[in-house]
């Protein structure tokens, strides 16, 4: 087991490194860098120009530069933004929170309706089936933001049921005014995991050993739980923890549509602004934040099939 999640923790490593080499790598070759939206529309003399270089190191070579931002980066210091003129390290604290109560609020929202309209779907033929996988298509088809509009329009702006935006105080208050949010990233998810769970459900039914079991007299419902659910939760685990971890890209889209103020509007903000060191710090966070869930999933597999670690 300790080999086992020593070599995860490698290739977790790894994957980390690249993918801030390559961030970083792009931000170096885009056009218009810090130099341009420091000065603005002002020349600058060249003690000014002279000074910001050496402020940011922009004469030092990439790959210097590079190496030395991984290593601040692996002690926590992410550097200074160009734009709100602090930490990057405490802009981000301020805004992680929000970001992780939105994507483990939908994440329970799709285990929950996901996992059970496909078991259901799986074990009920006929009109509920038929019920189920008509509307989990129409939320697969429809976009995110289309999604996000809508609520806003039926239970916000004419029920008026829930908050357009903002946080709320206190966990009642914060999940009252992330409902909507949470529901809008979940539906496509959620019914994308039903399907596979019906799917999966459904295929597991017609195996040799569950038709065995069955003619030996066990009961439905023992057949149904050991011998089709725990089978059928292999593929379910991997496409929860996908889309678990599509959830925290997805989120950035679900910020700006409600006005939330966490890591997916302070990463289009930072874009657009040309603020590179917030820029590559959120993408370091939420690969890391990635591949750790693709790791939990992996770990899961291992406690329900210890052979598929080997």
Known sequence: MITYLLRKLIALAVVLVVASFLVYGLLYLVPGGPMAFLLGNRSGTPEQIAAIRAQYRLDDPFLVRYAAWLGDAVRGDFGSSLVYRQHVSG?????????????????????????????????????????????????LATPTFVIGV?????FALGLGW?????????????????????ITLSLGSAAFLARITRASVREELGREHVET??????????VIRRHVLRNASIPVITVTGL?????IAGSVVV????ALDGLGSLFVRAILQRDFAVVQAVVLV????????????????????PRMSR
């Open 243 to 247: 889309t678990v971890a599509g959830l």
């Open 162 to 182: 829930f908050p357009v935006f903002g946080l709320g105080e206190g966990l009642f208050g914060r999940l009252y005014h992330l409902t909507l949010p949470a």
């Open 150 to 154: 809508l609520l806003v329009i039926v």
């Open 213 to 222: 079991a069955r003619s030996r007299g066990i009961a439905e419902a023992l």
């Open 91 to 139: 802009l981000m604290a301020a805004r992680a929170a929000t970001t992780a109560f939105l994507v483990g609020y939908s994440t329970v929202l799709i285990v929950v309706v996901g996992v059970a309209g496909g078991v259901l779907a799986g074990l009920r033929r006929g009109r509920v089936d038929a019920v189920i996988s008509a509307v989990s298509s129409a939320f």
């Open 255 to 258: 910020e700006n549509v409600f």
């Open 286 to 305: 939420l690969v890391a934040a990635f591949v750790l869930i693709n790791l939990v999933v992996d770990l899961c597999y291992k406690a329900l099939d």
